[in-house]
T-cell receptor, first 112, second 114 residues
Framework: QKEVEQDPGPLSVPEGAIVSLNCTYS??????FMWYRQYSRKGPELLMY????GNKEDGRFTAQVDKSSKYISLFIRDSQPSDSATYLC????????????FGKGTKLSVKP | NAGVMQNPRHLVRRRGQEARLRCSPM?????VYWYRQLPEEGLKFMVY????????ESGMPKERFSAEFPKEGPSILRIQQVVRGDSAAYFC????????????FGQGTRLTVV
């Protein structure tokens, strides 16, 4: 079993739709959870990070963590064509370990 | 407020040559991380450095790869005697605090070995 599982998609939605992106993980020692957006041939861009279970909102983005189920989600409201990108979840153990464990990414396409 | 700067953006090397990838972290960041991304693969951790110290190199191949972050200047990822399998995008990230949390990435160096 991989440490972090993420459906690669592709996921295609119409403009204005609510998008739900998810990752599951197997290691309960993970402490921090992050979502990155990566446009084609660009570097990953940090969208959000959370520490505890619960929700965190930033504009049109909401990150949700359920540690009991080892499940994290990113919701995008009122999706725009400019949101078309690959979304990567990442997590780490915190402390002195610098190793971010990434999912393979979900490719999202928002159609006008 | 410049982000993480990587250069060169594209690098072509013949098999057997050396590749040097440079990374300047964001201002105020003293923690640097290198990742490799192969086509259709996720980002894989290689090494974590602070100034003059390697903190975690558990993801580095045992041979041909080395990294440094000197007191002055950028962090360097060095690949000796490159092979075709080294062709990938190499990303550098930096953070203000340790542990990789809230790490910001550069635009990457795309290495092609011919």
């Amino acid at each position: 079993q991989k440490e972090v599982e993420q459906d690669p998609g592709p996921l295609s939605v119409p403009e204005g739709a609510i998008v739900s992106l998810n990752c599951t993980y197997s290691n309960s020692a993970f402490q921090y959870f992050m979502w990155y957006r990566q446009y084609s041939r660009k570097g990953p861009e940090l969208l959000m990070y959370t520490y505890s279970s619960g929700n965190k909102e930033d504009g049109r983005f909401t990150a949700q963590v359920d540690k009991s189920s080892k499940y994290i989600s990113l919701f995008i409201r009122d999706s725009q064509p400019s949101d078309s990108a690959t979304y990567l979840c990442a997590m780490n153990y915190g402390g002195s370990q610098g190793n971010l464990i990434f999912g393979k990414g979900t490719k999202l396409s928002v159609k006008p | 407020n410049a982000g993480v700067m990587q250069n060169p953006r594209h690098l072509v090397r013949r098999r057997g040559q050396e590749a040097r990838l440079r990374c300047s972290p964001m201002k105020g960041h003293s923690h640097v991380y290198w990742y490799r991304q192969l086509p259709e693969e996720g980002l894989k951790f290689m090494v974590y450095l602070q100034k003059e110290n390697i903190i975690d190199e558990s993801g580095m191949p045992k041979e041909r790869f080395s990294a440094e972050f000197p007191k002055e200047g950028p962090s360097i990822l060095r690949i000796q005697q490159v092979v075709r399998g080294d062709s990938a995008a190499y990303f550098c990230a930096s953070s203000r605090s340790g542990g990789g949390t809230e790490a910001f990435f550069g635009q990457g160096t795309r290495l092609t070995v011919v």
